[in-house]
């Protein structure tokens, strides 16, 4: 019997109900979400390690291990080799903050020679010093904002912890709350959740690889312009690439700072200018490969989808807004298409006196 609009009032209901608990909750049960989705992308590996004939739970220990093991490999390679170049860099900045003025004084000079309106040059030369220091105070705020926090520290604890459980009992966690939807919802709540875990693992894995190759490929890039602190700034990169836009605009501006201040306005200028020659490749044409186009949004609502993410859940809900707007997008399909799919209403309806549903109606509708 097909039901009328006012059927699907409750529903509406207890998803605004539930919307609105979860918006009062969101820091809190963050971590337990990003921990859930970490877990679902995992889940494939120990799903064929299973097929092999290993157990659940030392397949999990044994994905847990090799992760650690990569882990611990890049924290006592590369992880000093870059504490210990910030460290120099902190050493020098007043040796660095002496050459500004000769620095500032040579684009002045660069800029004369340059066929610019002398209202652009004059306000060019004037804000740069203001523009660069502001930058640099608020990059520095942001970064010790984060890494300071107490939140951010019960993160880097909890989010490890709660994806080794959840893995471990991922096919019971999908059991139970697939209860709680109506018995004869089931077949495309399932299918639903199929298709956002399917964005979300795609994007996952595939911003993983993409970042970690960034940075590689920027920290080469760097080796070879000659510009000290490469393995810092390839790291930062790698770490910062997957916070769209913010991240690129800050590995950029730190790149042409250090630069500047190191090897002179030349190498800064060719190091920005390939540094944003791989973010382009890496956007434009690597990630999408990689990550098989999962999200499938337009860049504007990607945009308002960033917007929205970082004013609810901050920098995390910068990383998980495009696939949370692809999984909008599926639910929201898939429930158009099943309203549109239900049955006509019985024989018996119609003998009542219902209205039969116009046919060129559903099919504008199809």
């Not at 949004?297 to 949370?324: E, K």
Request: glycine content about 8%; overall charge positive; charged content about 15%.
């Amino acid at each position: 019997m097909k039901h009328g609009w006012w059927h699907y009032v409750p529903h509406c209901l207890l998803a605004v109900a539930a919307l609105l608990l979860f918006h009062r909750l969101r820091l809190v049960l963050a971590p337990f979400i990003i921990a859930y989705l970490l877990a679902a992308a995992l889940d494939p590996l120990v799903v064929q390690m299973e097929g092999r004939g290993w157990r659940r739970g030392r397949a999990v220990l044994c994905i847990y291990a090799v992760f650690l093991l990569l882990f611990l490999i890049s924290l006592f390679t590369l992880l000093p080799v870059a504490v210990a170049q910030v460290g120099e860099f902190a050493r020098e900045v007043p040796v660095y903050i002496e050459k500004a003025p000769r620095l500032f004084e040579d684009a002045r000079q660069r800029l004369g020679a340059v066929e610019i309106p002398q209202y652009l040059r004059d306000a060019i030369t004037r804000h740069v010093g203001s523009i660069a220091t502001t930058v640099a105070k608020r990059v520095a705020a942001w970064a010790q904002g984060i890494i300071g926090s107490f939140g951010f520290l019960l993160w880097l604890v909890l989010i490890p912890v709660a994806t080794f459980f959840l893995l471990n009992d991922i096919q019971r966690v999908r059991a139970n709350l697939l209860r709680l939807v109506p018995e004869q919802q089931r077949s495309v709540a399932q299918a639903i959740a199929a298709d956002v875990a399917d964005v979300f693992i795609r994007y996952l894995r595939g911003l993983a690889i993409v970042a970690v190759l960034y940075g590689l490929f920027l920290l080469v890039t760097l080796l070879f312009l000659g510009i000290p602190y490469a393995v810092a700034l390839g790291v930062m990169a790698g770490v910062l690439y997957p916070v769209p836009y913010l991240g690129p605009f800050v590995t950029t501006a730190t790149i042409l700072v250090v630069g500047a201040v190191t090897e002179g306005w030349g190498v800064a200028l060719a190091a920005v200018g390939l540094s944003l020659f791989w973010n382009q490749v890496f956007d434009l044409w690597l990630f999408p490969r990689i990550a098989g186009r999962s999200v499938e949004l337009h860049p504007v609502v990607c945009m308002m989808a960033l917007l929205v993410g970082a004013d609810l859940f901050g920098l995390p809900g910068m990383l998980f807004a495009y696939p949370a707007a692809g999984a909008v997008r599926i639910i929201g399909l898939r429930l158009l298409s099943h309203l549109r799919s239900q049955p006509p209403a019985a024989s018996g309806d119609l003998e009542r006196g219902e209205p039969e549903p116009s046919r060129a109606v559903g099919k504008r509708m199809e």
